[in-house]
């Protein structure tokens, strides 16, 4: 039996553009938090092989969508990632959706950390003593290293989920309170 797609149908089928503008937003992603050049990062996956670099990646994609830091990072022993401010922004966005987190949950959840850390995964406010990306304050203990950006989002996402269900929510207690 073969399904047809088109008005009326039922079915909807995504273009090849859409298709095509995924992987090029990725493929940019990806290479600006490797620190990679985009068009040899195209070659390699063009002609069958996997880009260099894609190994060092701590977390496996469980790990950050669980929020856990265990594992592969405690095994590299140390910053096994770390990278500009927008570098993390954009690994941000990319765990937060993989949470379901786009549109405007990832607009409340930058904000929070724009308001916190713009990002930065070593600031530390003198006062209280809060650092990383998610500022965070509570004994940080496993997964929340100094300059590690990824184990710091995973903490960041599991926070919010478990203390706020969402960023929305989130955002709107940091609006109210002046910290969330």
Known sequence: MSASTGPGS????VSGTAIAAAFAGLLLVWSGIKGAKVTTALRSVLSGKQ???TNAYPLTAAQATAGTGSGPVAAAGGNPSGG???ANQALGRLM???KGWTGAQWTA???IVMAESGWSDTVTNPGSGAAGIAQNISGFGPGYESGNAPQQIAWLLS???SRYGTPEAAWAFHLAN???
């Open 10 to 13: 039922g079915l909807t089928g």
């Open 51 to 53: 880009p260099a670099g």
């Open 84 to 86: 500009s401010d927008a």
């Open 96 to 98: 937060a959706a993989a």
């Open 109 to 111: 959840l930058n904000n």
């Open 159 to 161: 926070y919010i989920k």
């Open 178 to 180: 002046g910290w969330y």
